[in-house]
């Protein structure tokens, strides 16, 4: 059933007014910073407001205005959709107490720009999870990807400038090839609406056209990293570290990420997908990504390089998940859409407390870390161990899934895949917490104990994202998520 | 009669008496010479509302001169796509005028009086071209607003005499052309009167005489709407002439022609001509192709703002003269025919209007003419910058934004039109690209780019003073600007019904385009 509502309308212009408010007491960072939490917390309480609605199997619809021909301007609500809001609204609270922290720690210029242009990226990335069709996700993933080309800028530096031509680079040119996606659907299909099980008409279009359609769609989301279009992210974490954490864990990349599975599973459908067998393209490609992106964060010394490849290595589980095209896939690849982003930006948090109480970016100097900054360093080896999928953090739920999805598509190359990739994570994060904890610290300014635990407003974002890590292994169905997924894969139909 | 069928003359008549009155009162006055030009646009813009209004709610005005019937005498017509282009220029150069008092004060201080004067006789050319019905008429007006552009763009004087006389030469050069097609139409058929015309030459389609005549229409009219490869005299003029000036060039002027062409092509020849006798459209499509990409490229290698700017309305015209180009092979009710081409002649002239208003902001402010001279000018001029970035983004194409409805438009025509005509949309995207380029560059060098002064970390965030254009000049760059916006939300908005999309769609039922194609 389809409920009108006006409530994604109202959670959307939650960032809006706040970047409003944030803009006109610029001069006043205290009340400047309290806009900005209230309006994470409105929207984070309206998004869940949409929760039982959603579980009572209706989806929430609020249309603006029709655009073409059966092709509306609005929102459509559906559990996928709302996974992805509950992960980036809630988030966006810890993360906005978290830049508190960080941004005066490190007594950053330009913070109201910053705070202005972080309320836009919110705005884009629950746009982009609310869109009731490609056309409408087409124009909040552009709004996305302008707003947060000044927060990886930010520095300024001809560095940080470097990083951010290179971002807009990638990403409007990859818009450029989402536009062509859009038009193509409409054109084929008559419609871009999402519909569980793909779009009817879309089967009738050529064998030909639909592979060359499926190749534009991927290109036009190199938001998702996927290999060989992913070095925009590592340059990119340019950025101060709130917004590495939030926008490329949690935002960004999650709205590419979102933006194939919408494709793969409600624009394509899966039996379409079979048929064509793109799912072994897709699978191909997420598997060399993830292979290899784990290989090369090995190879990175500086921290959030290390995790950036480790993000890149991650959004492919996801694609990987859909590209098996059955339901223990789908479910792991849906779960570990707001898993991943609990852990990675507990990650980055931690990455970016670092810097702020001793100023170090690279592992090598970390030794001995762990004994000065203990809060930290634990609520990183909680991240580590979820990203390698160790129980009990929830980075095991969604991996396990994706194995019995594996076994399900009778694909031991693929669980092999998943299984290397594992012990590939643990290989790159396991030198970084033996490091903190058990190497002996070098030089004078661990003796007098120079360093010490960051700002409470950092240390308690990251800490509760790291509890929640570890609660949603334990208790799946926090805030509904396992609810709402098992709805969602329900939902697909076909083969599924 | 009623009042509003007299209005086009009167449109006419003010305008020119108004640039007499401002050359005459000007001797004793310079000031009044900006106060009576902006009224009179300003009553001439409402004339063109309700000039609007009575078109679509009663339909086509005609006004005959001194009451001689056509064809005897000179008629004046307008239907919806006069009425819809009048309304843009009028928009657009009360626009204009505004911003015009303090820069002109500022930059020619002792050419007021001819400013103005200049000013009204090539909004007059314009409003005259517009709308009549008379082709040898339209001639005439063509050579008044050319003759006024040629004057005011050399008004600044010195390297602007050069680009002033290429345009001289090459601008005359095309109305040669346009003047021949006339002579050629009327040895054959002893008319002028457009209507008159597309009666009589049907039957003389087949004559070679008709269709050169075509022929020269089409070339004097491209050399004058600066379509690539006739466009050389564009570059120079746009940055060299004052701002307003570049602004009208390049957001109506060359519009104006690319309307001429459309009437000459559907009023005076007919759908039939241009599909079976002269099949020109896929040619042009070519062309216009071939601009798109080369204006953006010759764009990025610019390093004067204005100049880049200019290379840009090449390519942009491109986009124009694409649609015009697909108009004859696409049938859908929303995409087909003109409607893209009609469409991006408006969002032109606000995103173009609102960029040359910019760069003739930061001149006005501190002669910055080079893109690497506004290096952190944002927290100087934080809302010109903040325009020049909306209509930048809109340039490029970022939803919302007129830019972004235009391109999904026309791509959508590309589609539509079907065949090899499917490149284009290649094309389109790869234009957007190269107008990333040209344009990320600006905007990062004015937001991002630290200033002089201002090295390292700036812990000491010392503020800069922020050093505005005054109200005058800022109001219509930031009209322009938020419209590039808001009609790009209009236009996305009142798609949907097709009733409720009348001018545009009005157009094509005249023509027998789009959906209304036999």
Redesign the interface.
């Given at each position: 059933m389809i409920v009108e509502s006006i409530s994604p309308l109202l959670a959307i212009l939650c960032p809006v007014i706040g970047s409003i408010f944030v803009a006109l007491f610029g001069k006043w960072p205290n009340i400047r910073e309290c806009w900005t939490m209230l309006a994470a917390i409105l929207q984070c309480l309206i998004v869940f407001s949409m929760v039982p609605t959603i579980l009572g199997g209706d989806i929430i619809k609020y249309t603006?205005?029709?655009?073409?021909?059966n092709v509306d301007?609005g929102f459509s609500i559906d559990a996928f959709g709302l996974i992805f809001a509950i992960t980036a609204s809630f988030l966006w609270i810890l993360v906005s107490s978290y830049s508190i922290g960080y941004m005066r720690g490190l007594?950053e210029?330009?913070q109201t720009r910053y705070y202005f242009f972080f309320c836009w990226a919110i705005f884009g990335a629950v746009g982009v999870a609310f869109a009731g069709n490609l056309l409408t996700m087409?124009?909040f993933y552009?709004?996305l990807t302008?707003s947060t080309y000044?927060l990886v800028?930010h520095?300024?530096?001809p560095e940080?400038?470097f990083a951010?031509?290179k971002y807009?680079?990638y990403l409007?040119?990859s818009?450029?090839?989402f536009?062509?996606a859009v038009?193509?659907t409409?054109?084929f299909a008559g419609t871009t609406d999402f519909t569980n099980g793909g779009i009817p008409n879309l089967a009738e279009a050529s064998r030909g056209a639909l592979m060359a359609l499926f190749a534009i769609s991927l290109l036009g989301f190199m938001k998702a990293a996927w290999m060989p279009f992913h070095s925009w992210l590592p340059t990119a974490m340019a950025a101060p570290t709130p917004v590495s954490a939030l926008l490329h864990a949690v935002a960004v990349v999650k709205a590419g990420v979102f933006g194939i599975v919408r494709v793969v599973c409600y624009i394509y459908g899966i039996d379409l997908m079979s048929d064509l067998g793109l799912g072994v393209v897709l699978a191909s490609i997420a598997a060399f990504t993830m292979i290899v992106a784990s290989l090369m964060a090995i190879a990175q010394d500086n921290l959030k390089k290390r995790l950036a490849y480790s993000t890149i290595s991650q959004l492919s589980y996801i694609l990987f998940g859909v590209a098996l095209l059955n339901p223990m896939g789908v479910e792991g690849a849906m779960l570990h859409v707001p898993f991943h982003a609990f852990m990675k930006i507990t990650l980055f948090m931690c990455a970016g407390a670092i810097i702020v109480a001793s100023g170090k970016t690279n592992i090598s100097e970390m030794k001995g870390l762990g004994r000065v900054m203990p809060v930290t360093m634990a609520a990183f080896a909680i991240g580590a161990l979820g990203m390698s999928g160790i129980p009990p953090v929830c980075g095991f739920i969604s991996k396990w899934y994706l194995a019995l999805g594996t076994l399900e598509a009778h694909s031991l190359i693929l669980l092999a895949v998943l299984m290397i990739s594992s012990l590939l994570d643990i290989v790159y994060f396991f030198p970084i917490i033996y490091t903190a904890f058990f190497d002996t610290p070098e030089g004078e300014e661990f003796g007098n104990s120079r360093i010490k635990e960051a700002s409470i407003f950092m240390l308690v974002p990251l800490t509760l994202t790291a509890i929640f890590s570890i609660i949603f292994c334990l208790f799946p169905n926090t805030f509904h998520i396992m609810d709402l997924v098992k709805l969602a894969v329900a939902g697909l139909g076909g083969g599924v | 009669m009623l009042i509003v069928e007299h209005l086009p003359v009167l449109l006419i008549v003010i305008s020119m008496l108004a640039a007499f009155t401002i050359l005459i009162v000007g001797w004793w006055n310079k000031k009044t010479s900006f106060f009576i030009s902006f009224a009179t646009i300003l009553v001439q813009f409402v004339m063109s509302i309700f000039i609007l209004r009575h078109v679509m709610t009663v339909g086509t005005i005609y006004y005959w001169f001194g009451g001689w019937a056509p064809p005897w005498g000179i008629e004046y017509v307008i239907d919806a796509l006069n009425a819809y282009v009048l309304v843009i220029l009028l928009a657009l150069s009360l626009i204009c005028v505004t911003y015009s008092k303090r820069s002109i004060e500022h930059e020619l201080p002792d050419k007021i009086v001819s400013f103005y004067a200049l000013f009204q006789l090539l909004v007059t050319g314009l409003c005259g071209v517009t709308v009549t019905g008379d082709i040898f008429n339209m001639y005439v007006f063509v050579e008044i607003f050319s003759l006024a552009a040629y004057a005011l763009i050399a008004s600044r004087g010195k390297i602007a005499l050069k680009a002033s006389f290429t345009y001289l030469v090459l601008g005359a050069l095309g109305a040669c052309f346009f003047l021949l097609g006339i002579g050629f139409l009327y040895s054959v058929t002893g008319t002028l009167n457009m209507h008159d015309l597309s009666i009589l030459l049907p039957p003389l389609y087949g004559n070679r005489v008709v269709q050169a005549a075509f022929v020269f229409f089409t070339v004097g009219l491209c050399v004058k709407m600066a379509l690539f490869p006739v466009h050389t005299w564009l570059p120079d003029a746009h940055s060299f002439a004052p701002s307003e000036i570049s602004a009208m060039l390049s957001g109506i002027i060359i519009e104006v022609s690319t309307y001429a062409f459309i009437r000459v092509c559907f009023s005076v020849y007919s759908l039939e001509f241009i599909i079976e006798y002269v099949p020109i459209f896929d040619f042009l499509c070519l062309v216009a192709g071939l601009g798109i990409i080369i204006g953006s490229v010759l764009a990025i290698a610019q390093y004067n703002l204005k100049r880049m700017l200019a290379y840009s309305s090449v390519s942009q015209m491109g986009y124009i003269m694409l649609a015009v180009g697909l108009s004859v092979s696409t049938h859908h009710a929303l995409w087909g025919g003109l409607t893209p081409a009609l469409m991006h002649i408006l969002n032109h002239a606000l995103m173009k209007g609102c960029l040359f208003l910019v760069a003739g902001a930061f001149i006005y402010k501190a002669e910055l003419w080079n893109i690497s001279d506004l290096q952190g000018l944002a927290k100087k001029m934080p809302y010109t910058c903040a325009a020049f970035t909306l209509a930048a983004i809109s340039m490029i194409g970022v939803p919302p934004s007129v830019g972004f409805v235009s391109k999904v438009y026309i791509i959508l025509a590309c589609l539509d039109a079907g065949g090899w005509k499917i490149i284009f949309v290649a094309v389109l995207l790869l234009s957007t690209l190269l107008n990333l380029v040209y344009f990320w560059r600006v905007i990062e060098m004015m937001y991002m780019k630290r200033g002089e002064g201002e090295e390292g970390h700036s812990h000491s965030s010392s503020p800069v003073k922020v050093d505005e254009i005054p109200l005058s000049m800022l109001i219509p760059v930031l009209t322009l600007a938020i419209l590039c916006i808001v009609v790009g939300i209009i236009w996305l908005m009142e798609i949907p019904i097709i009733g409720s999309f009348p001018i545009l769609d009005r157009v094509n039922e005249l023509f027998g385009l789009g959906v209304y194609a036999p």
């Open positions: 603006f205005f029709t655009a073409f021909p301007f007594n210029h330009a087409f124009v552009e709004i302008v000044p800028a520095d300024q530096t940080a400038l951010g031509r807009v680079a409007l040119t818009g450029c090839f536009l062509a038009i193509l409409y054109h | -």
